[in-house]
């Protein structure tokens, strides 16, 4: 199981990545845009994938795993069970996270 702290230290490993507040909860930024949230309860993490229907794909294939509530109906976000995936998992979704977000530039440096 992931912690808010293997969260912490992943995303931070990003580049041009900082952290600020959302919601009362620790949000992880690249250049202003937010791409990562803790969610208020600590076990969840909240994320942008690229559309609705990635969305759905991966809440039908890993229900264990994603989940999302009405708020985010709607919108192109999961919430991700940090107690259903490990470090290795959790560093793609960020860096994913991470590319929808940053700066073209940036995220094909990064990738580079």
């Known amino acids: 199981m992931v912690t808010e702290d293997d969260v912490r230290r992943i995303a931070l490993a990003l580049p041009e990545t900082g952290e600020k507040t959302m919601y009362g909860t620790p949000a992880f930024y690249v250049r202003g845009k937010w791409f990562a949230r803790m969610g208020e309860d600590g076990d969840l ?50 860096a994913d996270a991470w590319r929808l977000r940053a700066p073209k530039r940036l995220a094909a440096e990064y990738d580079g």
């Open 45 to 94: 993490l909240v994320l942008p994938v690229a559309s609705e229907e990635e969305k759905a794909e991966l809440l039908a294939a890993d229900p264990a795993t994603f989940r999302t509530t009405p708020h985010y109906d709607g919108y192109a976000v999961v919430l991700v069970r940090l107690g259903a995936v490990d470090a290795e998992e959790l560093g793609e979704l960020l």
